[in-house]
């Protein structure tokens, strides 16, 4: 479903290369792990996956079911399917989450094609949803992520991606800033989102994450590339050894 093939990308501003060669494949059906240290390139191939402009790509390709995305815009690529939710999620003023959400679900239909939901059934699945995540109604009247908590952020994330129900979940650093309940709340969001036509590719810096949503496959990002990869074992020895020791190798 995802191939990452040789993908360089720097800023756009001042050049600096960031992903320096990330081969990564994904498969229907599959949790994906990615962990690295900090600063390795995380946000940013997340970013590059979202199609962002402030990165450019200068060599490698991105393959979403075969097809390169490179040339499709933010739009373009969540109408495909592709869903990013990111480690700091926008803030959208002046617009109600509700109303934001009704816009979303509305243009992905009808980039598949289907009709347009009609407010009452749109709402019906919206607080449904809400439901299941534990969330606070009075926060689907509020602007999106304004003013919302760290784990009222990532809930609205989940929230989004349960709703326009992508063929592929990209979740950077969805653990950060959530206590251990919140954490179970998104995790179990993000497993009943598991199925054989999705691809879930989750980020993260620490294993912990990785304890509710077991990966079928764990790769390190280091310094801009895919240094390593395994099973669930791979995220539990690192937990253990910590990146210094795999960092010695990759080097
Ligand atoms: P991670 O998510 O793994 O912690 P990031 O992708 O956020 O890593 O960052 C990788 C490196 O690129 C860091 O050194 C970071 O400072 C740098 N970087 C990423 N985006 C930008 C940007 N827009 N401007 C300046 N530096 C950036
Ligand atoms: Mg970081
Ligand atoms: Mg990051």
Redesign the pocket.
């Known amino acids: 479903m995802l191939e990452i093939k040789n993908l360089h990308a720097r ?1 756009a501003e001042d050049g ?1 290369e ?1 992903l320096r060669g990330v081969d990564l494949k994904v498969k229907a059906g599959e949790v994906a792990a990615i962990m ?1 240290p ?7 191939l997340s970013y590059v996956l979202a199609g962002r402009e ?1 990165y450019e790509v200068t060599e490698g390709d991105i393959l979403f079911n075969g097809e390169s995305v490179l040339d499709m815009d933010p739009a373009e690529r969540s109408a495909a399917g592709l869903f990013l939710a990111f480690q700091y999620p926008m803030e959208i003023p002046g617009v109600a989450t509700m109303e934001f959400l009704k816009v979303a679900m509305n243009a992905q239909r009808k980039a598949r094609g289907q009709e347009e939901l009609k407010i009452p059934e749109l709402m019906k699945r919206v607080r449904g949803a809400a439901e299941e995540l534990d969330m606070d109604m009075s926060m689907l009247k509020r602007p999106l992520n304004v003013g919302f908590s760290g784990g009222e952020k990532k809930r609205a994330e989940i929230l989004q991606m349960k709703l326009l129900e992508p063929a592929l979940c990209v979740l950077d650093e969805t653990d950060s800033g959530l206590d251990i309940d919140a954490l179970k709340i998104v995790a179990d969001g993000v497993n009943a989102m598991r199925s054989p036509d999705r691809a879930i590719v989750v980020i993260t810096h620490y294993q912990r994450l990785l304890d509710y949503i077991v990966p079928d496959s764990v790769h390190v ?1 280091y310094k801009g590339r895919v240094v390593k990869s395994g099973d669930k074992v791979l995220a539990q020895e690192l937990e253990k050894s910590g990146y210094a020791g795999l960092v010695g190798e990759a080097a």
């Open positions: 800023i600096t960031i690295g900090n600063g390795s390139g995380k946000s940013t402030d990002l």
